[in-house]
């Protein structure tokens, strides 16, 4: 296992420093230089596949066709985006012709806010930093990026890699656990983005108040699945398997719990069991198409839910926890006060709730904070508009899990505790900048309009 250098706090007080004087030197002001940095992104993943895949191997058990789906992909998309769309983003906006203001040429444009602060969690460990960093690049901001000490050989491996090849004054990576972390929640960010629990993000929230810097949290919840007899079962049992199995469980848009009517259970969980045995012919345990939990606490974590759950596991269940191994695991008759029901399990484990009808799983949703997403399986359109309408999260999907946060454009966030603010694309772009306001209005724009304005105002004006 890869040993973690952990920064000490000289350095990261000396990063700060740095990337608030490169920023303030104003070479990032350059589209071209802005370009360019967002192209070595791409080189620094590109140039680098072998590696990174091998360390997110270690890290998180990951198959390679996992990583290039969910993780590379991803940054490809991002860095693509930014590079072809960085002129339209960072143009400046007039207001369209108005007789009153039309001398004046008012207008806003998208500006760097300065040094960003980027935090990210294990589970996406290189797309939740070089996403972010693409938009706060493409918007000419200096950043330092915080990896998680959860995936060692990913953070190491950012850490030696990114100097290569970014600009070393403006970007950095500052490795650590929570001493490191604290120390740089202490400094004064521009904008910050953090991505992980909503406890620690509640921590970054009080020390971004602090100096009222502007933040971005992006955190976790329970997405619903809610199950309509009137679906294909066989498609919705292999997408609601995939989205949850995927990286093991550790995604924050996967489904956290199947809602379905009771008369419905046993067909589901027999579309369940032959998903499950396509996935994994020969054993989720021997197959290398299923990735393993971050750490032991994490794979400890969920095994003592499984211990603790009053539901009936279908399939899977068995736990290694020395060997970060949790069985994809179905529960069915999962009671709504369940241990599986409280706290989000971000492990391959999916509770199925049996519901009287769509009013009852609307009021279990209902009951929850607001989550990443709700998903819906029903070919009924009423069906789902009544599921949607009567809730409110990050995204509102209907037959699929997980891919929303694929398509390029459509931004990735939260609703109140699953967090604020957007990854992805233009509106990743806009956390980082700020619009700033002009306009230049000529002296004689008094002598034909505006000139009421200066005291002293008409004795008669409007009495009542
Ligand atoms: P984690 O344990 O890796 O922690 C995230 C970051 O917080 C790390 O960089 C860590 O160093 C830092 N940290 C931990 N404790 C801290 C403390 N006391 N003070 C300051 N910093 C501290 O990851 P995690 O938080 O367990 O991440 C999983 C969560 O992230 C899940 O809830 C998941 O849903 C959420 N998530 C959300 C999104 C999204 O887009 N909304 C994406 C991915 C993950």
Same mark, same amino acid.
């Given at each position: 296992?890869t040993?973690?250098?952990?920064?000490?706090?000289?350095?990261?007080?000396?990063?700060?420093?740095?990337?608030r004087?490169?920023?303030d030197?104003?070479?990032?002001?350059?589209?071209?230089?802005?370009?360019?940095?967002?192209?070595?992104?791409?080189?620094?993943?590109?140039?680098?596949?072998?590696?990174?895949?091998?360390?997110?191997?270690?890290?998180?058990?990951?198959?390679?066709?996992?990583?290039?789906?969910?993780?590379f992909?991803?940054?490809?998309?991002?860095?693509?985006m930014?590079?072809?769309?960085?002129?339209?983003?960072?143009?400046?906006h007039?207001?369209?012709?108005?007789?009153?203001?039309?001398?004046?040429?008012?207008?806003?444009?998208?500006?760097?806010?300065g040094?960003?602060l980027?935090i990210a969690?294990?589970?996406?460990?290189l797309?939740l930093?070089?996403?972010?960093?693409?938009?706060? !690049?493409?918007?000419?901001?200096?950043? +330092? *990026?915080? =990896?998680? @000490?959860?995936?060692?050989?990913?953070?190491?491996?950012?850490a %030696?890699?990114?100097?290569?090849?970014?600009?070393?004054?403006?970007?950095?990576?500052?490795n650590?656990?929570?001493p490191?972390?604290?120390?740089?929640?202490?400094?004064?960010?521009?904008?910050?983005?953090?991505?992980?629990n909503?406890?620690?993000?509640?921590?970054?929230?009080?020390?971004?108040?602090k100096?009222?810097?502007?933040?971005?949290l992006?955190l976790?919840?329970?997405?619903?699945?809610?199950?309509?007899?009137k679906?294909d079962v066989?498609?919705a049992?292999?997408?609601?398997?995939?989205g949850?199995f995927?990286n093991?469980?550790? !995604?924050?848009?996967?489904?956290?719990? +199947? *809602?379905? =009517?009771? @008369?419905?259970?046993?067909?589901?969980v027999?579309?369940?069991? %032959?998903?499950?045995q396509?996935f994994?012919?020969?054993g989720?345990?021997?197959?290398?198409?299923?990735?393993?939990?971050?750490?032991?606490?994490?794979a400890?974590?969920i095994?003592?839910m499984?211990?603790?759950?009053?539901?009936?596991i279908?399939?899977?269940?068995?736990?290694d926890?020395?060997n970060?191994?949790?069985?994809?695991?179905v529960v069915?008759?999962?009671?709504?006060?369940?241990?599986?029901?409280?706290e989000?399990?971000?492990?391959?484990?999916?509770?199925?709730?049996?519901?009287?009808d769509?009013?009852e799983?609307?009021?279990? !949703?209902?009951?929850?904070?607001?989550?990443?997403?709700?998903?819906?399986?029903s070919?009924?359109?009423?069906?789902?508009?009544k599921?949607?309408?009567?809730?409110?999260?990050?995204?509102?999907?209907?037959?699929e899990?997980?891919?929303s946060?694929?398509?390029p454009?459509?931004?990735?966030g939260?609703?109140?505790?699953?967090?604020?603010?957007?990854?992805?694309?233009?509106?990743?772009?806009?956390?980082?900048?700020?619009?700033?306001?002009?306009?230049?209005?000529?002296?004689?724009v008094?002598?034909?309009?505006?000139?009421?304005r200066?005291?002293?105002?008409k004795?008669?004006?409007?009495?009542?």
């Amino acid at each position: 296992m890869t040993t973690l250098t952990y920064t000490s706090i000289e350095d990261i007080e000396k990063f700060h420093e740095t990337a608030r004087r490169a920023f303030d030197s104003g070479k990032t002001q350059s589209i071209e230089f802005r370009k360019d940095q967002i192209a070595q992104i791409g080189w620094l993943l590109r140039d680098n596949e072998d590696r990174w895949r091998e360390a997110l191997r270690a890290d998180l058990g990951r198959h390679p066709q996992e990583n290039d789906l969910l993780e590379f992909v991803s940054i490809y998309t991002e860095v693509n985006m930014a590079y072809k769309e960085i002129e339209k983003w960072t143009k400046a906006h007039s207001i369209g012709f108005s007789v009153n203001w039309f001398p004046m040429h008012p207008k806003y444009k998208a500006e760097p806010k300065g040094v960003a602060l980027i935090i990210a969690p294990f589970n996406f460990p290189l797309f939740l930093l070089l996403g972010p960093l693409t938009s706060a !690049i493409a918007a000419g901001n200096a950043a +330092v *990026l915080k =990896p998680s @000490e959860q995936t060692p050989a990913t953070s190491q491996l950012l850490a %030696e890699l990114l100097p290569k090849y970014l600009d070393n004054e403006l970007y950095h990576v500052v490795n650590g656990g929570v001493p490191e972390t604290t120390k740089v929640l202490e400094l004064k960010w521009d904008h910050s983005m953090y991505t992980g629990n909503g406890r620690v993000g509640r921590i970054v929230a009080a020390a971004a108040a602090k100096h009222l810097t502007p933040l971005t949290l992006e955190l976790g919840g329970k997405n619903p699945a809610v199950v309509d007899p009137k679906v294909d079962v066989k498609m919705a049992a292999r997408r609601l398997l995939w989205g949850r199995f995927s990286n093991a469980g550790q !995604i924050c848009l996967c489904p956290e719990y +199947v *809602l379905v =009517p009771a @008369e419905f259970q046993d067909t589901l969980v027999e579309a369940f069991t %032959e998903a499950y045995q396509r996935f994994y012919p020969e054993g989720p345990e021997k197959s290398d198409s299923f990735s393993r939990i971050v750490t032991t606490a994490h794979a400890a974590r969920i095994k003592r839910m499984l211990d603790g759950t009053k539901g009936k596991i279908v399939l899977g269940g068995q736990a290694d926890v020395d060997n970060r191994y949790v069985a994809p695991t179905v529960v069915r008759d999962v009671p709504v006060d369940d241990v599986l029901m409280g706290e989000e399990i971000f492990g391959p484990v999916l509770p199925i709730v049996p519901v009287k009808d769509v009013d009852e799983a609307i009021a279990v !949703i209902r009951a929850k904070d607001h989550p990443l997403a709700v998903y819906v399986f029903s070919t009924d359109k009423k069906f789902q508009d009544k599921v949607f309408k009567s809730t409110k999260s990050g995204a509102a999907v209907a037959n699929e899990t997980v891919i929303s946060a694929g398509v390029p454009g459509l931004p990735v966030g939260g609703v109140g505790p699953s967090g604020y603010g957007y990854y992805s694309g233009k509106q990743c772009f806009e956390q980082f900048s700020h619009y700033r306001v002009s306009l230049d209005n000529p002296g004689w724009v008094d002598t034909v309009a505006f000139g009421f304005r200066f005291p002293p105002y008409k004795p008669d004006y409007k009495k009542h």
